[in-house]
């Protein structure tokens, strides 16, 4: 079954750039849709981003000006950067696998494959 | 920009029926998913468009949308469903996830 595997620093310094690693395992990252969701400690969830194989990209609007994210399909990886990062940038980061599709009058996106997060501390 | 709003809590005794809702502007033309949260864990999807189960997820489990509000039923509530449930909907091309809901079985 699909696995995702998200790898990077643990701590960023204040100002300095954020990136991690999404290794998928189990699936061709060519089939799906993928994003990025973080979760700073006791707090809800927080969508960052979603890129396709061809390496379109939507992103959060309120993150949109700091986000890049892109695809290596030879890697079956995906990967993460969030610049000038603050301590409010602190969280556990999440990737996900997405499902996009339309359904009657709808389309929908959502995430049913989820990798385990990995804890990023932005500080000094 | 798009919210979702949920309540910040729900309690329920164990074997009663869980009601969590999410409320959004016309959420009832859109889909809603729900993903429930352990500590320590990744979310899980337990609903998706609105009413379907994913494979593995237990039949008391069940959700529903209509007008401006969501809402996810666990009947039969047991503690292991004692989590964080969050709603989420696609606008546009964005993401909107509700602030989540602490369910507590008591």
């Known amino acids: 079954q699909v696995q995702l595997q998200e790898s990077g620093p643990g701590l960023v310094k204040p100002s300095e750039t954020l990136s991690l690693s999404c290794t998928v395992s189990g699936e061709s990252i060519r089939s799906y849709y993928w994003s990025w969701i973080r979760q700073p400690a006791g707090k809800g969830l927080e969508w960052i981003g979603r890129?396709?194989?061809?390496?379109?990209?939507n992103y959060n609007p309120s993150l949109k000006s700091r986000v890049t994210m892109s695809v290596d399909t030879t890697k079956n990886q995906f990967s993460l950067k969030l610049t000038s990062v603050t301590a409010a940038d602190t969280a556990v980061y999440y990737c996900a696998r997405g499902i996009a599709s339309v359904a009657g009058l709808y389309d929908y996106y959502y995430m049913d494959v989820w990798g385990k997060g990995t804890t990023v501390t932005v500080s000094s | 920009s798009y919210e979702l709003a949920q309540p910040p809590s729900v309690s329920v005794s164990p074997g009663q029926t869980a009601r969590i809702t999410c409320s959004g502007d016309r959420l009832g033309d859109k889909y809603a998913f729900w993903y429930q949260q352990k500590p320590g864990q990744s979310p899980v999807v337990v609903i998706y468009q609105d009413t379907k189960r994913p494979s593995g997820i237990p039949e008391r489990f069940s959700g529903s949308n209509s007008g401006n509000t969501a809402t996810l039923t666990i009947s039969g509530t047991q503690a292991m469903d004692e989590a964080d449930y969050y709603c989420?909907?696609?606008?546009?091309?964005?993401?909107?996830f509700g602030g989540g809901t602490k369910l507590t079985v008591l």
């Open positions: 989420q909907a696609w606008d546009s091309i964005t993401v909107v």
């Open positions: 890129i396709y194989k061809s390496g379109s990209t």
